[in-house]
């Protein structure tokens, strides 16, 4: 069971909530309020893919910016704003390997938030990729609040029951500029993106149902006020969003701001940074004061990468607190100084308590699986298919035409969907899969699959199949031929991991065509065919003719919002990881040939279009491969940038 308490004595200094007796007029207290999101689990500074350290990421280098804050100002409460357990392998071998339960040490994520004494945290959509049972098991070692309060039992019944805990009032002991302690309530709302009835459909469907964050909200708060709460503070595990509110929204973090009652939010789940110039325009904001509305609202980045802080000027009241004031701001672990990079050092007390975790971890990834006798790597993922996706896609197949042999279905053609998960984009110029030709372990083969995905196998018609490839093509930008302007290829609006790659047809994507789909899957374009030249076994698909299309379970039951995938077509569904079976397909091997059958490709472009490519600076050594790219110079933020020569953009080596 989830404790939704932390045991004992709450030490005083740790802060907020309500008077418990009368307190001189206008008393003053500065509060901070603490928060880490979309750890993912990086808890240490280390990049298990790549086998070294890695200053810019981990938890154990926030922890640093944790003590200090509070050394600066004791009235500080800390909370996690979700994501936690599901990430690194780390991840993995916890809850496959060593196990997890009341018989088990403690998680290693929540041993080292007990130990830097976090106050709460709240559920975000990964924390279910494992399942229920494995959820409870995990937090079942916190000695703090868990939170959700818009995730409820399913009982058959009209008046469905919170599955956890919605909210905590702490209550905290504070301390002025004079040195005179005073009682505080603080409250602690949790909110989720309620999509996870969708992204984890086959776990929780029958079992658990999800509701609006900001109606619920609406729910939440005047019972928070009515038990006692001096100051609120959302934190949802939800981005901020630049459109109108329509109703359950994924990203509706700067709607709670609205809401009377809310003093202040802690957002994430966008893997962004506010305040920051990628919120430029976003309205009611203030970048300086990192405000929406007028109240702070703060999302640390992602991996550990920052620490929020928000701080709150309060003054005492006929019933309690008021907020006289407010800011959000973040504090990152890395941080270029006068052309030398900064980076906090390791807190030495988490290091030591991960130490036994990390080496496991390390055992864990770098067992062998088998080999390849060549390079493997994402650098060009968007030009073309690559070995990666193509091995990937190829171990998909085989698990399935052996699951689905000597049923009605194993006549069908089996088709397979992957995407190039690490392809650069917002997490950096190092965020590319590279194998090495050799051996092959289990570390390669979390870098060429990161999700804890299980297997799942959709029936399709090739109609559908044009409609998935069309929605996919949206990674790529639309681009005009008659523009001077220098344009990129890639959309970095949309994440690698929507751009599937179906393996099994032959097709051309014209890149001059507008998106025939939105971000939500409608049909915004009736017109607008991308997908050119859509082959199968040579010859134009059939579009009525039935497939079988193998990819995993949050894509199948409705992630990402694809036309033809809500979880009706779903014909199989596997208790396996696509991670499982790709290395089951390479053991079964033991030799790996890269190798693609060049599913698509780019159509080409009119002469003197200027289209550019950024990418890896790695990738200059390997232009062998693609003769339509020239090296340009350096991009932004580490990438290097490169020319791409429109009329050979479809060319293959």
Do not use: C
Request: charged share 20%; hydrophobic share 40%; aromatic share 8%.
């Amino acid at each position: 069971m989830i404790r939704h308490f932390r045991p004992g004595v709450l030490m005083a200094g740790a802060l907020f909530l309500a008077l418990t007796g009368p307190v001189a007029a206008q008393e003053k207290v500065e509060l901070q309020v603490l928060s880490t999101t979309d750890l993912h689990m990086y808890l240490e500074d280390y990049d298990y893919y790549g086998d070294h350290t890695d200053a810019a990421v981990g938890l154990v280098r926030v922890a640093p910016l944790i003590r200090a804050a509070r050394t600066a100002n004791p009235n500080t409460v800390l909370v996690d704003n979700g994501d936690l357990i599901q990430g690194t392998p780390m991840g993995d071998w916890v809850v496959r390997e060593r196990g997890v339960g009341a018989d088990k040490p403690t998680h290693p994520a929540i041993a080292t938030m007990n130990l830097l004494h976090y106050d709460a945290a709240i559920l975000g959509n990964h924390e279910f990729n494992y399942g229920l049972e494995v959820l409870h098991q995990i937090y079942g070692g916190a000695r703090f609040p868990v939170l959700s309060g818009n995730v409820f039992k399913v009982d058959g019944g009209r008046n469905d029951e919170l599955m956890f805990k919605p909210y905590a009032i702490l209550d905290r002991t504070v301390v002025d500029a004079k040195g005179a302690s005073h009682r505080i309530k603080v409250g602690i709302l949790g909110l989720l993106p309620p999509q996870i009835m969708i992204w984890d459909k086959d776990k929780l469907e029958g079992r658990v149902t999800t509701r609006d964050m900001i109606d619920m909200a609406r729910v939440h708060v005047p019972e928070m006020k009515k038990a006692g709460a001096d100051i609120i503070i959302a934190v949802a595990h939800s981005g901020l969003t630049f459109l109108n509110r329509e109703g359950g929204e994924e990203n509706a973090a700067n709607y709670l701001t609205e809401i009377d009652g809310v003093d202040a939010v802690v957002s994430g789940h966008s893997h962004r940074v506010f305040p920051s110039k990628e919120y430029e325009g976003l309205p009611k904001s203030d970048l300086k004061l990192g405000t929406v509305n007028g109240k702070p609202v703060v999302m640390a980045g992602y991996y550990g990468s920052h620490l929020g802080v928000i701080t709150f000027q309060l003054e005492t009241a006929d019933k309690g607190w008021k907020v006289t004031g407010g800011k959000g701001e973040v504090r990152p672990i890395q941080e270029r100084q006068d052309g030398r990079t900064v980076n906090v050092e390791p807190d030495p007390e988490v290091a030591t308590l991960l130490a036994p975790s990390h080496e496991g971890t390390l055992s864990y990834v770098r067992r062998p699986v088998g080999k390849t006798t060549g390079r493997i790597h994402s650098y060009f993922s968007f030009l073309g298919d690559s070995a990666g996706v193509e091995l990937v896609a190829e171990a998909q197949r085989a698990y399935v035409a052996r699951a689905l042999a000597g049923t009605e279905n194993a006549r069908l053609p089996i088709l397979s969907a992957a995407a190039p998960f690490k392809s650069g984009g917002r997490p950096g110029a190092k965020f590319y899969t590279d194998i090495a030709a050799g051996e092959i372990a289990i570390r390669n083969v979390a870098d060429l699959y990161l999700y804890p995905n299980q297997i799942a196998a959709v029936k399709l018609t090739g109609a559908q199949v044009r409609d998935w490839l069309e929605m996919a093509s949206r990674a790529l930008s639309v681009i005009d031929v008659k523009s001077n302007v220098q344009q990129p290829l890639v959309n970095v609006k949309v994440p690698a991991y929507v751009f599937d790659i179906i393996d099994g047809v032959t097709y051309t994507i014209d890149v001059t065509q507008p998106e025939r789909f939105d971000r939500d899957g409608k049909l915004g374009n009736p017109k607008a065919n991308r997908i050119k030249d859509l082959m199968f076994q040579g010859k134009p698909i059939d579009e009525k003719q039935e497939f079988i299309v193998v990819t995993n379970n949050y894509r199948a039951n409705g992630g990402g919002s694809y036309p033809g995938l809500d979880g009706t077509t779903v014909i199989y569904q596997s208790p396996d990881t696509v991670q499982s079976a790709i290395i089951e397909y390479i053991r079964a091997k033991g030799v790996v040939e890269p190798s693609t059958d060049h599913s698509f490709r780019i159509a080409p472009l009119p002469a003197g279009v200027n289209l550019v490519y950024e990418s890896s600076p790695l990738a200059r050594d390997l232009l062998s491969e693609q003769p339509a790219l020239t090296y340009e110079g350096p991009g932004e933020n580490g990438f290097a940038r490169f020319r791409i020569d429109p009329v050979k953009i479809g060319a293959r080596p």
